[in-house]
T-cell receptor, first 118, second 116 residues
Framework: DTGVSQDPRHKITKRGQNVTFRCDPI?????LYWYRQTLGQGPEFLTY????????KSRLLSDRFSAERPKGSFSTLEIQRTEQGDSAMYLC????????????????FGEGSRLTVL | AQTVTQSQPEMSVQEAETVTLSCTYDTSESDYYLFWYKQPPSRQMILVIR????KQQNATENRFSVNFQKAAKSFSLKISDSQLGDAAMYFCAYRSAEDSNYQLIWGAGTKLIIKP
């Protein structure tokens, strides 16, 4: 396993178009997170899954954003009717969390998918 | 709500020298975790070092060490013998031990430049 992979690495689209990003986590990891990162800022949480269940979604997340993890493995993040403000790096991270034991839940990140909306 | 502050947008250091990156946080909790992540240009973010708040001993990973001051809510990262490969954005992050979502709260980052 080579780590978390994201596809595509770069996407340029016109305003109003839909885009979809894919994330393949580390195979034994049960949690998968999506973040958005703009230049000069730390990652901003979007949503996360435990297995196939979407457990939390940021209140700031527009309803144009939807994410799925249908079989508890890979995940997709779709942005509908893109706007210029959606231009950012979209990061995926995975981790393994077991029960309620003291587990730091270290995140392993992919290289990100950079979106440019013209 | 917890916050994480990195007051140095950019730092530079001569290769082979030592540099310290600052991080402060605000929380009313007593049990939490602190992290430093490194994000090289066009590469993925990786964990550099972690600290459990209940541990008094400062964490160390090879050339990387932290100065954890719980009362002062300070968590600085010291990089010794700086190398060109250390050039990156460094992010400080906080996680509550009570949060089952394992949510990280991130600082804005510090860009570290290594001068050859």
């Amino acid at each position: 396993d080579t780590g978390v992979s994201q596809d595509p690495r770069h996407k340029i689209t016109k305003r109003g178009q839909n885009v979809t990003f894919r994330c393949d986590p580390i195979s034994e990891h049960n949690r998968l997170y999506w973040y958005r990162q703009t230049l000069g800022q730390g990652p901003e949480f979007l949503t996360y899954f435990q297995n196939e269940a979407q457990l939390e979604k940021s209140r700031l997340l527009s309803d144009r954003f939807s994410a799925e993890r249908p079989k508890g493995s890979f995940s997709t993040l779709e942005i509908q009717r893109t706007e210029q403000g959606d231009s950012a790096m979209y990061l995926c991270a995975s981790s393994f969390v077991a029960g309620v034991t003291a587990n730091t839940g270290e995140l392993f990140f992919g290289e990100g998918s950079r979106l440019t909306v013209l | 709500a917890q916050t994480v502050t990195q007051s140095q947008p950019e730092m530079s250091v001569q290769e082979a020298e030592t540099v310290t990156l600052s991080c402060t946080y605000d929380t009313s909790e007593s049990d939490y975790y602190l992290f430093w992540y490194k994000q090289p240009p066009s590469r993925q973010m990786i964990l550099v070092i972690r600290q459990e708040a209940y541990k008094q001993q400062n964490a160390t990973e090879n050339r990387f060490s932290v100065n954890f001051q719980k009362a002062a809510k300070s968590f600085s990262l010291k990089i010794s013998d700086s190398q060109l490969g250390d050039a990156a954005m460094y992010f400080c992050a906080y996680r509550s031990a009570e949060d089952s979502n394992y949510q990280l709260i991130w600082g804005a980052g510090t860009k570290l430049i290594i001068k050859p």
